[in-house]
């Protein structure tokens, strides 16, 4: 069994891997080990996912798919939810969650080897449980999305709508401390960003003049 962490945010501006030290502990203290994090800024709206896929080209039968909350492996429409869920499923995985409890008697092998009947009922509420919370992550999507809207059209109507604005003070640290010597991957840590978003940063801002 290899516990493979899915590590997701929406937007370059988010950091993906907020969550590794919690999924790494939460590992620990079960008596386990991560074999593997995959890392990706991409919506959970979106099914097609290079790190998601990627995990589940890895994948073999009985290992754990490790996520700090339902909703950072989807905010699905429930056709794409039950599409992933079957595959995640076919694979063999199966799925771990920081905020769905029943879902840790995958790190308990022993007690699912004693007990089958109580895995079977286990695995019943578990399944029901992160069907429920895939339900809730879609709902609370599209309540924000539907409030953002309002927003943005309540402010265009007022002219003052100016469409999302860069984190200007941020991209000041990346270079400054760029300017300091920090290598990419410093900076990255110092700012919360992936060294690929520091790259992006450092060249965009480049070419204003």
Same mark, same amino acid.
């Given at each position: 069994m290899f516990i493979r962490a899915y590590l997701r945010a929406s937007t370059d501006e988010q950091n993906a891997a907020r969550a590794k030290?919690?999924?790494t502990q939460f590992a620990n203290d079960h008596g386990q080990r991560i074999a593997a994090f995959y890392t990706e800024n991409i919506s959970g709206t979106q099914l097609e996912r290079p790190e998601l896929n990627r995990l589940l080209a890895?994948? &073999?039968s009985n290992d754990i798919l490790l996520v700090e909350q339902i909703d950072r492996l989807t905010r699905l429409n429930d056709q794409d939810w039950k599409s992933l869920k079957r595959?995640?499923?076919?694979t063999?995985?199966?799925i771990v969650s920081l905020d769905v409890p029943t879902s840790w008697q995958a790190l308990q092998t022993q007690t699912a080897q004693h007990d089958p009947i109580m895995s079977a009922v286990l695995d019943a509420i578990n399944?029901?449980?992160i069907d429920l919370m895939a339900a809730m992550a879609r709902k609370d999507y599209e309540t924000r999305r539907a409030r953002q &809207?309002?927003?943005i059209a309540a402010a265009k109507q007022a002219g003052k709508y100016k469409g999302r604005q860069p984190d200007s003070e941020r991209h000041q640290k990346v270079h400054r401390y760029r300017e300091m010597g920090m290598s990419l991957t410093e900076v990255a840590d110092a700012t919360g960003y992936s060294r690929s978003q520091v790259c992006r940063i450092l060249a965009k801002d480049s070419t204003i003049t």
């Open positions: 030290d919690s999924l890895d994948t &073999q595959h995640i499923e076919d063999g995985l199966r399944n029901m449980l &809207q309002q927003g």
